[in-house]
């Protein structure tokens, strides 16, 4: 049995790699045990496009930029 692998992605502006990056993800050969967006209080539409487009990631919104540890330890 392989061990289960979770990936943690911390966005802040990412509107334009958001999809790009999760597409990448979906194409591993080693599956994913869960993937989690953390979304560091984006101004942009970074959020709408994970809610959207990949129905199947986490998705947490923090509401403000809590900076890369602070956004990290929600994820």
Not at 1 to 29: H, N
């Amino acid at each position: 049995m392989s061990p289960t692998v979770s990936v943690i992605i911390l966005g802040w502006g990412g509107e334009k790699f958001v999809a790009a990056c999760l597409e990448a993800l979906d194409r591993q050969t080693y599956p994913a045990g869960e993937i989690i967006v953390v979304d560091n209080g984006s101004p942009d539409r970074t959020a709408a496009i994970v809610a959207r487009d990949f129905p199947h990631v986490h998705l947490i919104r923090t509401g403000e930029n809590l900076g890369v540890a602070g956004g990290n330890n929600v994820g």
